[in-house]
């Protein structure tokens, strides 16, 4: 079955504490993104990859950081979260960089103490 | 700067009647354009999109949009409500050039009276 696959699905942290939201697809898109999710915001994007290797920041990068080593993982990783980090997050992946439609996955919600 | 609307937060609709959820973007070019469905503690779902050719768009679940240049709209229709498509919905745009970055409007939450 095609899917992208979020982990953990749900998180409480600490200010400070380094995690990391791990994103997996298995449908050997090259295009992949990661955004947040917040009341009144609608879907903002944090960062977006083209390809192995090749990153590039969304509309709100600051407090993350992305790898992408492997073409169907596309980490997101907070070194040093803060509570307005807090927000459900979403990866998404496409076979298309403009034209594809994204498939998404189901979701990671993050609480920041 | 280039953005996408969704001036309703929330739809109201009888079940059986026909709803409409309105987007209209600005944005540089000729992007293409897509909506996307979210039920509770789940991800977004493709509906449907456009990219070139017939202005009317058909999509999953009997859903259409139809996509006005002049009046930079996509706006997303069904004949016939279902309760169950009581959910939220989201417009979005990829520009044509320039960046891979797809915008996205606030969402619109729809919701089917029985």
């Known amino acids: 079955e095609a899917q992208v696959t979020q982990n953990p699905r749900y998180l409480i942290t600490v200010t400070g504490k380094k995690l990391t939201v791990t994103c997996s697809q298995n449908m050997n898109h090259e295009y992949m993104s990661w955004y947040r999710q917040d009341p009144g915001l609608g879907l903002r994007q944090i960062y977006y990859s083209m390809n192995v290797e090749v990153t590039d920041k969304g509309d709100v990068p600051e407090g993350y950081k992305v790898s992408r080593k492997e073409k169907r993982n596309f980490p997101l990783i907070l070194e040093s979260p803060s509570p307005n980090q807090t927000s459900l997050y979403f990866c998404?992946?496409?076979?298309?960089?403009?034209?594809?439609?994204?498939?998404f996955g189901e979701g990671s919600r993050l609480t920041v103490l | 700067a280039q953005s996408v609307a969704q001036p309703e937060d929330q739809v109201n609709v009888a079940e059986g009647n026909p709803l409409t959820v309105k987007c209209t973007y600005s944005v540089s070019g000729n992007p293409y354009l897509f909506w996307y469905v979210q039920y509770p503690n789940r991800g977004l779902q493709f509906l449907l999109k456009?990219?070139?050719?017939?202005?009317l768009v058909k999509g999953s679940y009997g859903f259409e949009a139809e996509f006005n240049k002049s009046q930079t709209s996509f706006h997303l229709k069904k004949p016939s409500a279902l309760v169950s498509d009581s959910a939220l919905y989201f417009c979005a745009v990829s520009p044509t050039s320039g960046t891979y970055k797809y915008i996205f409007g606030t969402g619109t939450r729809l919701k089917v009276l029985a």
């Open positions: 998404a992946s496409s076979s298309d960089t403009n034209t594809g439609e994204l498939f």
């Open positions: 456009y990219i070139t050719g017939d202005n």
